[in-house]
């Protein structure tokens, strides 16, 4: 299970008057996901998703608060935790130089796979995500969607517990994008946890089992989407946000 | 997973021999060398074999006995005697290389800066000491003096080295100098591409998601820096050592000299750039890994070029000879302990202390940067 409780993240910026300035991106984020299911966090461009996954990753640590993978945190069991996590974003660039099977097998490398496994893993992974075709194409020749398919691909290799998926359709085309929920979807199935961030709130809205909403740092709403839409009498998670937001100004 | 050291290594190899800049930078800049030993060569060798008929012609502006006459037929001086203006208009034209003008008994000679002027200097020079001496002795012998026990009152033998030693040495000393400075460059690049550049590139975020540990990032990425500029350190070697046998053997300025290195020698310049590769390496990814784009790297990376560079040329200048303080002494070691390797009296305790300065510098500047080499700072911190 996965234990995120008061976490804070401050930048320090400069303005434009070259004076440095503390900015909360996130303000006290607290959840858990129980294993087995899908968390969407979803918010608008600039709410803190993107912080709150990269600290749950473990590219950035928390100001405040602790980050629990079945008990372990980061400061004391970094490897251990690395060792069953994939982080995958919209952003996610990989070697250009390599060919598919050349990174699939370094990443199997990194996550310590057996030789006589790695092969067959890979193997595997390309025919379900059907990558036979460029599996010895060089990446830097491969399209947006052929690209992302080899991310995934690398996040599959060490079958890690859990997946930290931040706006990975972002910008892909409607085949290439069913391609990531389709994977997410049979990740569950297999019992895996996965934190799934996106500004589709639709999208959401078909695949988690539970739902963050964040604004401006804070957790403005989280449950399922049923409760949700339920709670603020809407049909659907996109009403419901400008509801709550609309809430939360009024309030103000 | 224990591996990873080894696995960042093969990636970074894999990079490196697979980009075109890693390994022209690699395999191109040695090839510099033979250019600078041969070129050099030649142009030495120009300087002290000018034919004498580019720089024979002088003029005089007064009569000349016939004992000068003589002496200067003797020294194979061209010479023409003409009016004070007459000879300048020929200096003009380039028709002489130089013009001497008599006041009572002061000779004045007259020219510019223009190299056959600088020769022809040297050669009236020459000219006029000869004709001191006959005149001398000519004094002496009328006074009845033996002008042996004036002249020769003393003894002076020559133990200098000749000047053609000199240059070969000077272009020998310059030709190692510059395998430090094609190691500096062959570092330069990978360390940048491989630190900033892959920050640039995005897959340093990736590569900081696996578990692997940033003491394992830090000293994969160090090890193929330091395969290239070990590589570069070879070539450069090999190929100042052929140049310089193929220069023995087209240039006189070589002649008398062994320019072949004897096993021991080879075995410390072997040791002298293993150290530097190691030592360029880990500066290079320290610098640039702080680095937030391959730019910037590059910009800081550029001090580092001339530091590497600096300190052996002033030790050329000032004649500084290596002490057991000094090869301890980053950087200047290197070019100091080379110097003494070529010319055969590389001290075994400079080598040593040159060893143990070197392992703790890299260990310093690796132990700072591991440390530091969190994922934060490194792919955030601006």
């Not at chain 1, 370094?106 to 092969?119: I, R, S």
């Amino acid at each position: 299970m996965l234990k995120i409780q008061n976490v804070k993240k401050r930048f320090i910026r400069v303005n434009e008057k070259k004076q440095k300035e503390e900015f909360w991106a996130d303000k006290d984020i607290s959840f858990e996901a129980k294993d087995g299911t899908i968390i969407g966090i979803l918010g608008p461009n600039g709410a803190g998703k993107t912080t709150l996954l990269r600290m749950i990753a473990g590219i950035l640590e928390p100001t405040n608060g602790s980050i629990e993978f079945d008990g372990l945190n980061f400061k004391e069991n970094e490897i251990e935790i690395k060792k069953n996590l994939a982080y995958l974003s919209g952003n996610t660039k990989i070697y250009q130089t390599l060919t598919t099977y050349e990174l699939l097998k370094m990443c199997c490398d990194f996550y310590g796979v057996e030789n006589h496994l790695a092969k067959k893993r890979i193997e595997q992974i390309a025919t379900n995500l059907e990558m036979n075709s460029f599996l010895y194409n060089k990446i830097g020749k491969l399209s947006t969607g052929q690209m992302q398919r080899v991310n995934i691909a690398r996040c599959l290799v060490h079958d890690p517990k859990y997946y930290i998926l931040d706006e990975a359709t972002s910008g892909l085309d409607i085949i290439s994008s069913q391609i990531i929920l389709d994977f997410i979807k049979k990740e569950k199935e297999r019992g895996k946890t996965i934190l799934y961030s996106t500004h589709y709130m639709e999208e959401a809205e078909n695949i988690c089992d539970e739902v963050i909403m964040i604004h401006k740092g804070n957790i403005i709403k989280k449950g399922t989407p049923e409760s949700i839409l339920k709670d603020t009498k809407t049909s659907n998670l996109r009403d419901a946000f400008f509801k709550l937001i609309e809430g939360e100004q009024n309030e103000k | 997973m224990k591996n990873n050291l080894k696995n960042i290594f093969k990636k970074e190899i894999r990079e490196m021999f697979r980009d075109k800049k890693s390994l022209s930078m690699m395999l191109i800049i040695p090839l510099m060398i033979p250019l600078l030993v041969l070129g050099m060569s030649a142009l030495f060798e120009m300087q002290l074999n000018k034919p004498i008929e580019q720089y024979n012609k002088i003029g005089f502006a007064y009569e000349l006995s016939e004992v000068e006459q003589n002496i200067l037929k003797e020294m194979n001086i061209d010479y023409q005697i003409k009016t004070l203006e007459e000879l300048e208009e020929s200096y003009k034209r380039n028709e002489i290389n130089l013009y001497v003008k008599k006041i009572n008994n002061t000779y004045e000679l007259h020219g510019n800066d223009k190299e056959s002027t600088t020769f022809a200097k040297n050669l009236i020079d020459s000219y006029f000491n000869v004709y001191k001496e006959y005149l001398q002795q000519e004094y002496l012998n009328k006074n009845n003096i033996n002008p042996t026990d004036i002249l020769q009152i003393i003894n002076v033998e020559n133990k200098i080295v000749e000047e053609e030693t000199y240059f070969a040495n000077y272009i020998t000393n310059y030709a190692f100098l510059f395998i430090v400075m094609a190691i500096t460059v062959s570092a330069t690049y990978p360390a940048t591409d491989s630190t900033a550049g892959e920050k640039e590139r995005g897959t340093l975020e990736t590569l900081l998601t696996f578990p692997i540990r940033s003491k394992d990032i830090i000293l994969g990425k160090f090890l193929s820096v330091s395969l290239s500029s070990i590589i570069t350190g070879f070539i450069s070697l090999i190929l100042t050592i052929i140049s310089l046998i193929l220069a023995g053997k087209m240039f006189k300025i070589y002649e008398g000299i062994d320019l072949m290195l004897p096993p021991t020698s080879l075995l410390f310049a072997s040791i002298v750039i293993l150290c530097y590769s190691f030592l360029i390496s880990g500066l290079c990814i320290s610098i640039a890994s702080r680095q937030k784009s391959f730019k910037e790297a590059q910009s800081a990376l550029t001090p580092l070029t001339f530091i590497s560079f600096f300190p052996g040329m002033i030790a050329f200048m000032i004649n500084l000879e290596t002490t057991p303080v000094l090869s301890c002494v980053p950087f200047l070691n290197f070019t100091l302990l080379f110097t003494d390797i070529t010319n055969n009296n590389a001290n075994i305790l400079n080598i040593i202390l040159m060893l143990i300065s070197t392992f703790i510098v890299i260990t310093l500047v690796l132990t700072i940067i591991i440390k530091q080499y969190k994922s934060e700072n490194v792919l955030f911190k601006s």
